[in-house]
């Protein structure tokens, strides 16, 4: 393999330009021509694609968002779409790919391949932790220390004015983040959509709370949980009219922020095993760490199975906030 | 005067610690005894009274929110509620008090001393900066630097997707977090509740990007802006359908979060002078630091006067986002 | 088992705080009654022991330090203060110590229990994690950040100028604060105790460095290596005069600080795993997590194996620096 | 005036990015041609002039260091280098200067006006916050935040362990960040080259923190102090055997990092309110913000006239420590 290419594709996370950073400079150790591509497949297509030198990464490492840039691409997914990929990437002679995004992406270098026969390697680059095949994303650390910075912040109002919050946090279909940031911000309860969460059990912690003296409460609701903070805490409004109840989302501000130690290293290491792992003729699989070991797991696996959330994790938020 | 009390009141706001032991070390080096009034007026008609030592104050000029805790008291409002407050003062001996709050604490204050002769001395905790007699308020730099680490997150995912963001800062009455994190975060706008921004002008600011090849901006709204980022952004929508648009709203995690250093050190400085100020005989006064002196500014005129935000920095938006 | 307590010895770490929450809290969910020990051993041996209950551990996984207090006890080597720590732990009718620290702490734990058969569960705290039996201590994953925000503040004004840094991290006998703070910083060259540099190598990669048109170097030294940043740093400035080369020692605040999410996660677990522990029957052991999972080493084994750096890292900082 | 120019000068400050941003953006506002110098002096007379866009500052608000790097340069103080310099500037048509940096940078400018009659409006970049003519020079609250930052990471081991701590931050000639800093972090004794401080009063404040059972503290000494924090703890330790004393020194870190709201707000001003004075006739003048208001300083002042600190700061050190 003499010319590889990376990119970014989905919704961007922190330590996405560690990651371009690793591919760049290994690529380089090894002596292979890369090129970067911007806005992922739709910047395939549209040949925005310039060759990577080793500077042209110096003093990222420590940068949010990706400056290769990221889009979802409603083109590739069509056959003419990934036809002018592929001449794009003929025209340069590029041979392999490395993807840092999600399973919507991997989806896409899977067919490519099929069609094509380019193969990619991926990198798991999505905040919600919820890819099989690695214990951590790259990204979700960052998120979930952005979210918890926001937590403290509001238990310090809370505390002052006595009051409950619903807090809403990133995952769509993961507790992963809510779970995390919830037992490290000390939140009373935690909603994730991977189990059902009765009304029943958010009217009985908030009475425990009271009874045990409790003058404060955070209660951290998962994005992907039916209704969402905003619906649950309003019903909660209805049954206790007493208490000062307040709603808030963190939004889009987990997207972003220099990345942790945690995932600049994490990226760092995919960044290089994936390239490393084209390299040496894997394609279709997705870098990841399991038990703090380098494996190449099939995009089929990604895809398809489920990564679930500790049991043990659910059980601590409960017996830690006794 | 031998015995005096300080209380937090309204909404909280990062330094109402830091004020809170300015004013006991203070006391304790006049010689003067000092208590604790927990819950704001609320506490102090319930008797929640505690003498305050030195060692009471350690450790906490670091701490948002409020020791001491706070409330927004209906039973204040009543005659009888202010009867058994001052019944309790008396039954303690306390003579004076320092008050940090805004603008609904001070006229409390006043009403109270016209009723009883308790004088009050006030300090600006809050974070809105919409206070007369003072150029900044006790947790406004810090509020300011909390929206501005925001929107700096922001800013990375919007680069990174090339999208336009509609973020709701807080600032009921007042545009200063929206006018100083939205020029410190580089936005493409401000809107603030002081001066009418109409819609052709977030048009006009983003179809000017667009000319220039900026593919990302970001629109800062002031919580008191008619309609606020969620009703404004929506409308951007329908016109520019192709456009990413996204809305956040930063929410509660602005009133928390350790001091910044500038409101530690002006939290020191009115605690210390609202003390001083009691003891060298003011009353219904609020102190408050103007051209960097420390000035005693009547309630009075704290309550109806107002506060213009420079129009030198709405100015400087728009010939920075050039 | 009836009776409990918990204690922190040792240098101090930030997560300590989310251990002595879990344990207590733990203690309580399980009915068990819980005292807290401070200053360590030296607080044992003076009777410095008083019951724990739920909020005597509100609010307070987010702190830096030990509200237990630390300290290194010479009194507890002795035959004599080990004799009067027993009575005082008899008076109470204490049967089993969770002890949070590290090897020094262990060791004081396994000679007292052969003397008195009071069992000691421990958890790993300190910020080295060089303890073997556990893939991560508590504190650990804090230090690399706080080190990290330094080294990236420092690389602004090491580009600016184009300066050479020598910055020195803390860590004995350890490289894991230098090697980990250093990949995620992207430093030029990582000096651990571990593996002899030799100076040529510092040599050899500031001159490439220079050929490849590099203007400012970063260079992480672990306080262990011989001679530290200073002498090194020295060495090199009589060989290079005409560099501007600095030396920088980020001293004691890698002890300081707010635990990350994954460190009050991470003291959470062994803090509610030793306690566990402790109830069912474990005694001389360290809980520790290894591939994201519980596990008990015999004191024996955490003080005499050695947790040798992976050599992957090692690789990973000469690839990256390209 | 058609063309002018912006540079860096000096040791580089958090915010310097801003100023220049603040320059160029305000320049294209005024449709003025603008270029940037890199590496202050020294890369005027090499030459190293490039024309400023719009984007060419386009995310650089939020950034440490400067983009446009900084120098010292000896051949600038030549008669030699001046003419050269001269004539680089003379060859692209730039006919006024804004210079961003301290005293040093200033009198450059003044010998420069007086030999060519180049004019210079000046901008105060040095976080020592020590210059006539401006109430705060950029950068300087960022390096007070994050000597603040360290100082309460500092604390939380210091309380852990019952220490004493010397802990000496930037500030060669001046005490201002010293001052501020130790206010803002508790810190029971400020020690700033502004005044002298005998021994016998750290002695005295220790002496005394004791009798009121204050079990650490924490002592700020500037780097002006004559001894440093190095040998002045030192000369401590001798005194008091038994306290467990720690010396660090916070060293570069002070001078990186991502400006503050505050910092990048000065800087804004400053830099646009320098371009528009050069724009008005002004030269040799400093743009400085006095009492909220810009005002232009002759650069003879700034460099001959003291800025004092207040002593009510210095009060404050000592009624708060109480």
Not at 10 to 31: F, Q
Not at 267 to 294: D, F, H, P, Y
């Amino acid at each position: 393999m003499k010319k590889v290419a990376v990119f970014t594709s989905g919704g961007d996370s922190p330590g996405m330009n560690a990651c371009i950073r690793a591919a760049v400079r290994g690529a380089i150790y090894y002596g292979i021509e890369i090129f970067g591509i911007r806005h992922g497949y739709d910047g395939m297509i549209r040949g925005e694609i310039t060759p990577m030198k080793s500077y042209s990464v110096s003093n990222i490492i420590q940068k949010g968002g990706t400056i290769l840039k990221s889009a979802r691409s409603k083109e590739f997914r069509t056959k003419e779409g990934r036809a002018i990929a592929h001449e794009q990437l003929q025209n340069l002679g590029i041979e392999g790919l490395v993807a840092i995004g999600g399973n919507g992406t991997f989806t896409g270098a899977q067919v490519f391949y099929e069609e094509y026969g380019i193969p990619t390697v991926g990198a798991p680059g999505t905040i919600d932790n919820d890819l099989y095949g690695t214990d951590y994303t790259i990204g979700y650390d960052t998120a979930v220390n952005t979210a918890l910075d926001a937590i403290d912040k509001i238990r310090d109002t809370a505390d002052s004015h006595d009051r409950i919050f619903f807090i809403e946090v990133m995952g769509r279909d993961s507790g992963y983040i809510a779970i995390q940031s919830g037992i490290a911000g000390g939140a009373e309860l935690v909603m994730v959509p991977e189990t059902f969460t009765p009304l029943e059990e958010v009217i009985e912690t908030l009475k425990q709370g009271w009874n045990r003296s409790k003058t404060s409460s955070i209660i951290i609701v998962a994005e992907g949980e039916e209704g969402g903070a905003t619906e649950i805490g309003s019903k909660i409004k209805v049954i206790f009219e007493d208490a000062d109840i307040r709603i808030t989302n963190l939004g889009h501000v987990q997207r972003g922020g220099a990345p942790t130690a945690f995932d600049r290293i994490l990226a760092s290491r995919l960044g290089l095993g994936a390239l490393e792992g084209l390299i040496n003729g894997q394609k279709c699989v997705m870098a990841g760490i399991v038990n703090n070991q380098l494996v190449y797991t099939p995009f089929k696996d990604t895809i398809t199975k489920l990564k679930p959330i500790s049991d043990d994790l659910i059980r601590m938020v409960r017996i830690l906030s006794v």
